[in-house]
């Protein structure tokens, strides 16, 4: 079984920035592709970004593209999420989630994730 914890979530202003780290426990969670989901309010959850185990050719929803940027330290066992430039859009629960089933390609498919975390807040005001 695997647990996730969000953390680094909080409220920012329009152009601010923040990180948001996703730490695995119970099991390693290193060769697994992972991905970070959000849900604004009011709204269905969507896909925000991928990664695979090694990091490589990372995956990103075309609203994030160029101000936020994935990342893992799989020795931490942990995967971030840089978010900066932000916009009032941007505000969500954000959770991350593993993919068991993939490790050299990401999915931007919610039902294609295993485990999720509990999420954490991000607002924006404008």
């Known amino acids: 079984q695997v647990q996730l914890v969000e953390s680094g979530g909080g409220l920012v202003q329009a152009g601010g920035s923040l990180r948001l780290s996703c730490a695995a426990s119970?099991?390693?969670?290193?060769?697994?592709?992972m991905g970070w989901f959000r849900q604004p309010p009011g709204k269905e959850r969507e896909f925000v970004s991928a990664i695979t185990w090694t990091g490589s050719s990372p995956q990103y929803a075309d609203s994030v593209k160029g101000r936020f940027t994935i990342s893992r330290d799989n020795a931490k066992n942990t995967m971030y999420l840089q978010m900066n430039s932000l916009k009032p859009e941007d505000t969500a629960v954000y959770y991350c989630?593993?993919?068991?089933?993939?490790?050299?390609?990401?999915?931007?498919?919610?039902?294609?994730?295993?485990?999720w975390g509990q999420g954490t807040q991000v607002t924006v005001s404008s």
């Open positions: 989630a593993v993919d068991r089933y993939r490790r050299v390609t990401t999915s931007s498919r919610a039902d294609d994730y295993d485990y």
């Open positions: 119970g099991r390693t969670v290193t060769t697994y592709s």
